[in-house]
């Protein structure tokens, strides 16, 4: 096994989408149920398909924006299949924010979009809380990590999360992510502290921050 961690290609995109949906699949992860609710999934679509052509425009979006790092992992000995992905936004700092692409609308007929909207105030309120009015402007963020579920326990999500936290410590910045009930234990094996728990349709969360040295 020979795992190598680098940027994502474009024409990679729909892999990753496919694989993050796996992995964040409606029937295994509970947020992922919440916003495409079963009773919303159309009949002549298997459990989770309905999202996919979103996961690919959002998958798109984050890799043309500037301040976004879409990284993968990949096995050599696997003809370099993709068996885990990270999402990380990086600081916009004092300059004037980049120009992004939008960030594309949920598939209304399969989505509750009360839900996601809640979701989304939730990490506000959080981001406002723990950083002011910047919120994530000035950190480096770990939006999304994910590992194939037929490859874990081999350290591909450590190897991941340590890219991120080493090009956050060669810039003196502070880490910061959502940790679900799973990850938990791999972020604070980083050093990462928790900041606050979040409930999240029942299932607790919690922000937690890895800071820089010095501060």
């Known amino acids: 096994m020979t795992i190598l961690i680098r940027k994502a290609k474009e024409e990679e995109i729909p892999a990753i989408a496919r694989l993050a949906g796996e992995v964040f699949h409606p029937t295994t992860d509970w947020i992922t149920r919440q916003v495409f609710p079963l009773h919303l999934q159309p009949k002549d679509l298997p459990d989770g398909e ?3 052509p979103w996961r690919r425009l959002r998958k798109a979006a984050c890799f043309n ?3 976004c790092a879409s990284i993968v992992a990949v096995d050599t000995t696997l003809n370099n299949r993709i068996v885990g992905f ?3 936004d990086l600081p916009i700092g004092t300059e004037e924010p980049p120009v992004t692409p939008a960030d594309p609308e949920l598939p209304s ?4 979009l009360k ?3 809640e979701l989304q105030s939730i990490l506000k309120e959080d981001h406002k809380a723990t950083f002011g009015d910047r919120e994530l402007k000035d950190v480096w963020h770990l939006d999304m990590v994910g590992v194939d579920p037929h490859h874990q326990r081999r350290g591909i999500g450590k190897a991941l999360l340590t890219w991120g936290v080493e090009q956050a410590t ?3 910045r502070d880490c910061y992510l959502m ?3 799973q990850g938990r234990p791999l972020y604070e094996s980083f ?4 900041v606050r728990p979040l409930n999240m349709f029942g299932v607790m969360h919690h922000s937690m921050i890895l800071r820089a040295k010095g501060k």
Do not use: H, K, L
């Not at 050093?191 to 928790?194: E, N």
């Open 50 to 52: 309905s999202s996919q």
């Open 65 to 67: 924006t500037p301040n």
């Open 86 to 88: 990270a999402i990380w």
């Open 115 to 117: 839900v996601y909207a």
């Open 179 to 181: 940790a679900t009930p």
């Open 191 to 194: 050093g990462f502290d928790i």
């Open 109 to 112: 007929d399969v989505t509750d």
């Open 170 to 172: 060669r810039e003196g």
